[in-house]
């Protein structure tokens, strides 16, 4: 952490966080050269999230038959015969300046000499989709760090603590610098702006700024469906307004029109890949067993050492109690932070396979870190504790560093749940088994 006095405004603040955009490019970048068994930058859900703009851009349609060939992608073939990617159409649409960069880079480069493949495949390609995601994240936290200074929750300092500690104790690391070509880096970014262009409330909004909302909460639900909750958070907004008469009926209703056009809107593109693929406008590809309402794993889904969100990852802990200052503060803000992780815990928890496979801890969640921020940035403003909560959220970044290494680098199972002694003993061993294997891997070359 950086002593208070060297974070005195916003502009060092700000300075401190695109610095951390910056780490996180060049390990990114770092491990670039390293091995892989699929040769792959983007991997898991990634390479379906990586076809869907390979395939608008290079093929311009949304038939993935030689996308998923190339790379080595095995879906089934829905009803109309085409294959299947379940996957939101958000995160391939965000990439797309990038990809087309990458792909103007290969071009030029093929011009000079080099033989580089033109087809969306290769390292540049993907690179570039990778880089996409750490800038866009990157953007988000600075986007939450802005908002929260828009909040009465405290100066720079405490804004920025809260900020750097949710891009560092949570699993939103892994998912920038390790697996960047998931959805879940992406996640930070839109709901941040959804926060940037949504908070304060207002009855005084124009028509315009609905017009943002919309656009913005759109752009929410089309990168990870289940965030598209939000958007009951503007028309809760207007039906308040409403009620204590600083909208009239007439002009509440309006505005829930443009809101909800302009969400509708924003959203087509997903309905038009579901329509091109599934062969309707809505559906849940993942087929109708997926959710079970009725059956939510909460307890697991928040302690399970199977990717538990907060046995995984405590600093969630210590947002939550955020919550109790926040809610002195900033009731509107804290019933946000409430509403959305209820409904996030709804929805994860109800889902079949709750511990979500292959899973940094609970991965899920990523998109409630903007949010959290809020809260964690509250409970540094209780200056008694602040120096004690500024070593526990040290003590948590070094925890979830240590906890990617060991399931980044294979010393735990990356779908099972883990035992006790994995999860305490063996996490603080951990740089002596990296040491310990370094050690045998020069002893194998000499």
């Known amino acids: 952490m950086l002593p208070k006095q060297k974070i005195g405004n916003d502009k060092k603040a700000i300075q401190c966080l695109v610095l951390s955009c910056f780490i996180c490019v060049a390990v990114f970048l770092l491990t670039i050269p390293l091995p892989r068994s699929d040769g792959h930058l983007t991997g898991s859900d ?46 391939a649409l965000l990439w797309i300046p990038f990809f087309l960069v990458a792909h103007l880079v290969s071009v030029l480069l093929n011009l000079i000499g080099f033989q580089l493949p033109l087809n969306g495949t290769g390292y540049i390609y993907e690179a570039g989709v990778c880089l996409a995601t750490i800038i866009y994240a990157s953007l988000g936290f600075i986007l939450a760090y802005r908002t929260i200074r828009k909040t009465s929750v405290g100066d720079s300092f405490n804004s920025w603590c809260g900020t750097i500690a949710m891009w560092w104790a949570t699993p939103a690391i892994y ?40 656009l913005a909460t759109g752009l929410v639900a089309l990168v990870r469906w289940q965030d598209g909750i939000i958007a009951l958070i503007p028309l809760v907004e207007i039906c308040w307004w409403m009620y204590q008469r600083k909208l009239t009926i007439v002009c509440g209703a309006y505005r829930i029109f443009i809101f909800v056009t302009t969400l509708v809107i924003a959203f087509l593109p997903q309905m038009l890949m579901w329509k091109a693929v599934y062969g309707v406008f809505l559906t849940i590809p993942q087929g109708s067993d997926f959710l079970v309402w009725d059956q939510p794993q909460i307890i697991q889904t928040l302690f399970s050492t199977r990717h538990g969100l907060i046995s995984w990852h405590p600093i969630f802990l210590l947002a939550i109690l955020g919550l109790i200052p926040l809610w002195k503060k900033d009731k509107v803000f804290a019933l946000v932070i409430i509403f959305m992780f209820v409904g996030e815990l709804y929805v994860n928890s109800a889902v079949c396979r709750w511990w979500a496979d292959d899973a940094f801890g609970g991965r899920r969640f990523t998109s409630l870190v903007p949010l959290f921020a809020v809260s964690l940035a509250s409970l540094l403003t209780m200056e008694k504790m602040q120096k004690w909560i500024i070593v526990c959220i040290v003590i948590l970044i070094i925890w979830n560093g240590l906890s990617l290494f060991q399931y980044r680098l294979g010393f735990v199972s990356m779908s099972a749940a883990l035992t006790l002694r994995e999860m305490t003993v063996d996490r603080v061993l951990i740089p002596l088994e990296v040491f310990g294997k370094f050690l045998s891997w020069v002893a194998l070359r000499l």
């Open 46 to 91: 990634g390479l379906s999230y990586y076809a869907i703009t390979q395939s608008m851009i290079l093929d311009q349609d949304l038939d993935f038959t030689n996308d998923y060939k190339w790379l080595g992608v095995s879906q089934g073939l829905t009803a109309i015969g085409v294959p299947a990617n379940p996957f939101a159409i958000g995160t």
């Open 175 to 214: 998912y920038i610098i390790a697996e960047p070509s998931m959805s879940h880096g992406l996640t930070v970014f839109t709901l941040a702006l959804f926060m940037s262009v949504w908070y304060p409330p207002s009855p005084n909004r124009s028509i315009r700024d609905w017009v943002k909302i919309g």
